[in-house]
């Protein structure tokens, strides 16, 4: 009986601290930016995942040279995180996420325009500097607003709209493209766009980010060194993740299973939602390894599974699995980002994560679309296992002996 009573307070007293953690996290300004976080990334990837087939289809370009229209979103994506560091140390968090969704919502804007190849690159190129100048805003004010005790559960639930948004977003593109045509996929991705500066408006006061003005030409004040050897681990295991964005509705097709494409990010959100929480709290309460190793290595194998898929179900497995392996691999990596650097530099720690971050998934495409025409769809994501296996050991040897 003791026992039995002891281990009831146990439960009691987890049950508080889960508790308190959630009404720590859950507040107003922390909502409203998880909410814009959903629905930008919902639009982002709807035009994502829709874009490679409709730039092949419209301008008859080589798969290669479509893929690099979704990759010139990533590198735009990329520049944005680049930059706006130090521009949420000069101005705040809030000013940048307003600059980047309003220069999100005119790319959206010009779609209706770009008809040519170069004004579609640049179209892509403008729509990916404004998710990644408010992208990174977001994780930023994330960082503030979160204790700094609870950065793994906060982290983790504010991903969760990421995850989310990968689902939704390939779900309505593949299905508004289908069954409505591209033209009213732009509208239904502008009205998106509007919705975001709607809900940015009830953003309130946010806590003192804005810090000294550090030097333009100094890398120093864009990412921080004590995180890039860490991203280096994010650079190898992103390519399979991008290829998968960008190629994953041609391999559905190849293999006549177009209907099972938009369940896949369905069975990868599914995945993702039910197990951050848990991986959240295991980084707050033993560390990173604990999570890293077992998410690197269901990654690769959601890799695998996905080059021997031939089925519904194969092709559904790897979705849940990737939802176990990468989704928390992208959100516990923010996390050990944030670890590695004191309050001030969280901005930058956010950047740097996210460059190399946003670098692997938008090279993926044209680096290892290349290997399509030598070894087919399967062999490339074969290829992508295997590199995503080497990332265990880069894990090990940049950061394997450090803990939080």
């Known amino acids: 009986m003791p026992k039995k009573c002891c281990r009831t307070r146990a439960m009691q007293q987890n049950s508080a601290s889960l508790g308190e953690a959630l009404a720590a996290i859950c507040r107003g300004n922390f909502m409203v930016v998880t909410c814009i976080n959903l629905l930008m990334m919902t639009d982002y990837y709807l035009i994502f995942v829709t874009g490679t087939a409709h730039v092949q289809r419209t301008f008859g370009v080589s798969l290669s040279i479509a893929g690099l229209s979704s990759g010139i979103m990533v590198i735009g994506c990329l520049v944005g995180r680049f930059v706006t560091g130090n521009q949420i140390s ?22 209706e325009l770009a008809h040519s190849l170069p004004l579609l690159f640049v179209q892509r190129f403008v729509a990916g500097l404004g998710v990644g100048v408010a ?60 919705l975001c500066l709607i809900i940015f408006i009830f953003l309130r006061d946010l806590p003192p980010m804005r810090l000294r003005l ?12 004590r995180v890039v050897r860490f991203s280096l681990v994010t650079l190898v295991v992103c390519p399979g993740y991008g290829c998968i964005q960008a190629f994953l509705p ?8 177009t ?20 991986t959240g709290r295991l980084f707050d309460t033993h560390g990173e390894h604990v999570v890293m190793y077992p998410a690197l290595l269901v990654t690769a194998l959601a890799l695998f599974v996905l080059s021997q898929a031939h089925s519904t179900a194969g092709l559904l497995c790897a979705g849940l699995l990737l939802g176990v392996g990468f989704a928390n691999f992208q959100s516990v990596g923010q996390a050990v980002s944030l670890s590695l650097v004191s309050r001030s530099r969280y901005a930058q720690a956010t950047t740097t994560f996210y460059v190399f971050f946003d670098l692997g998934i938008g090279l993926g495409p044209y680096i290892f679309g290349h290997l399509i025409a030598l070894v087919g769809y399967s062999g490339m994501f074969l290829s992508l296992s295997l590199m995503v296996l080497t990332s265990m050991g880069i894990y090990r040897v940049v950061h394997g002996g450090r803990t939080q």
């Open 135 to 194: 992208g990174t805003a977001t994780g930023a004010i994330v960082a503030y607003v979160v204790p700094v005790r609870f950065h793994g559960l906060g982290i983790g639930i504010f991903s969760m709209s990421a995850a989310l948004a990968l689902a939704l977003g390939p779900f309505l593109g593949i299905s508004l493209a289908a069954h409505f045509g591209y033209n009213i996929l732009v509208l239904f991705s502008g009205i998106i766009s509007l």
């Open 214 to 225: 550090r030097p333009i030409f100094s890398l120093y004040s864009y990412i921080d060194p």
């Open 90 to 111: 000069a101005l705040g968090g809030k000013p940048c996420l307003l600059g980047g969704l309003l220069l999100f919502a005119a790319s959206i804007g010009g779609l």
């Open 259 to 278: 209907g099972a494409a938009s369940i896949f990010f369905l069975c990868y959100a599914g995945a993702a939602l039910l197990t951050r929480p848990k």
């Open 250 to 257: 041609s391999f559905a097709a190849e293999h006549r299973l």
